[in-house]
């Protein structure tokens, strides 16, 4: 939808239009701005099927068989997104009985979905089993022993990976790291614990166990530390098969490719990825005497992320001299924790005059009453003044699933475009909305 003429800010799907302003998947910004008011979630429901569809293809080639990206949902949860995913045939992760519990409501065919979850309760055991979910991703004993029980008591033998942790570090930000041993998600195989939960696995009747799952971290540029862990993993699948005799068939690599946020971060090529990811598994599984296993991954990132954008409208614009100058938004922490939480950057756009010079770095703050509910530092933006709209880009991931109503604030809409035209798919929240649960 986008014409090719027009110039783009960092991504194709955002382009300066008439008069100097944004466009976004090839939508005038301005015109969803006064259609929904601002803060605004816009998502290009358009890239969200391609990249879906570049895994499918992809990994398909490169692993073979039933290999396939599984979307984790954790990403971007709503009921639209599953909607998606039904429609394009694609795979889901469940961390929580809610995000379960949206997918259903969505007509997502459970089936189709895997439930994560490093505390699973057995009430959320037990509506994952009366609701279908196809695999299990289980993470501890107590979860196998609960889990056997409750399958057992319903007459099931339900499917599971076991989460285990390669002991991989892949470099990035501590919090968003996983994978290393000392993590409160699945067992090492370092230590034996792996292996240990592996054998009761075995043993338990109401659980087939189909292979292993893990997932080393986010927003991650390299193959390599996704190729060590493969490694790492073959050989664990490989131990399992001389220790039990047990072949496991599927081997879940978790998410965590990169996406690209700012003009300094690379711009990754997935298909690339993808396939020298498939070169080392093959390579691993055949050093290893192992057939080629079916390959899962659960990217949720770099599926969303840079088909959302938010958009806001500028406030008061503070000039301290000899500091900094703050613009301040309609939105904030609330509707983006993630500079508050990791100092996560964004790239900022005056979408009113996105043809105008980003002459000017600000800081962008939010309306909490909170001094840490900053969007951007030393973000370059052309001057803005109360009134223009403010866009910041690639926030289609971890913005409204993470989003909250602190100091009572409302969570913004969610507006989907496709192919030109746009579909709210989340309305805005009210007060009454705000106070609906108050007794
Ligand atoms: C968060 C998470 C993902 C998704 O990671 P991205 O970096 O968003 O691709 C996948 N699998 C598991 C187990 C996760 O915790």
Redesign the pocket.
């Known amino acids: 939808m986008t014409n090719s003429s027009e110039k783009i800010i960092l991504h194709d799907n955002v382009t300066v239009g008439d008069a100097g302003r944004l466009r976004f998947a090839g939508v005038d910004t301005a015109a969803l701005a006064k259609k929904y008011g601002t803060p605004l979630y816009l998502v290009d429901a358009d890239r969200i099927r391609c990249r879906i569809a570049l895994y499918q293809t992809e990994m398909k080639a490169a692993f073979g068989g039933q290999s396939r990206p599984v979307y984790?949902g954790?990403?971007f949860c709503v009921k639209a997104i599953y909607r998606i995913m039904a429609e394009c045939g694609a795979s889901v992760?469940l961390?929580s009985p809610g995000e379960l519990f949206t997918a259903k409501e969505a007509g997502f065919p459970l089936e189709r979905a895997f439930f994560?979850g490093n505390n699973k309760t057995d009430a959320d055991i037990a509506l994952a089993l009366d609701s279908g979910v196809g695999c299990f991703?289980c993470d501890s004993r107590e979860e196998l022993i609960a889990l056997d029980r409750l399958a057992g008591e319903r007459g099931i033998r339900q499917t599971i990976l076991l989460r285990v942790t390669p002991g991989i570090d892949p470099h990035t930000f501590a919090a968003?790291t996983?994978g290393k041993v000392d993590s409160k998600?699945g067992s090492p195989i370092a230590t034996g614990a792996a292996l240990d939960l592996t054998k009761l696995a075995l043993q338990l009747p109401h659980i087939e166990l189909v292979g292993f799952?893990c997932?080393i971290g986010?927003?991650i540029f390299d193959v390599s530390p996704f190729a060590d862990a493969a490694d790492v993993m073959l050989r664990f699948i490989a131990s399992v098969r001389d220790e039990t005799g047990f072949v496991a068939s599927v081997l879940n690599l978790?998410?965590?490719?990169g996406v690209r946020y700012t003009e300094s971060d690379p711009a990754f090529d997935y298909a690339a990825a993808i396939r020298s990811l498939a070169d080392a598994v093959r390579r691993d599984a055949s050093a290893n005497g192992l057939p080629m296993p079916t390959v899962l991954m659960?990217?949720?990132?770099?599926i969303v992320a840079d088909a959302g954008m938010t958009l806001y409208t500028v406030g008061t614009v503070k000039e301290i001299p000899g500091f900094r100058t703050y613009v301040s938004v309609d939105g904030g922490m609330p509707d983006n924790p993630r500079y508050a939480l990791y100092r996560s950057v964004y790239t900022v756009v005056n979408a009113t005059h996105a043809d105008r010079a980003p002459d000017r770095a600000v800081t962008v703050a939010g309306r909490c009453c909170e001094s840490g509910d900053l969007v951007a530092e030393g973000a370059r933006v052309a001057t803005p003044e109360r009134g223009d709209l403010l866009a910041v880009l690639v926030t289609g991931?971890?913005n409204y699933s993470m989003a909250s109503n602190y100091n009572r604030i409302p969570r913004p809409p969610v507006v989907f475009l496709s192919n030109g035209k746009d579909e709210l798919v989340v309305r805005r929240e009210s007060y009454e909305d705000l106070v609906r649960n108050d007794l």
């Open positions: 984790a954790k990403a992760d961390v994560h991703v968003v996983t998600f799952h997932h986010s927003q978790g998410g965590g490719f659960e990217p949720g990132r770099s991931a971890y």
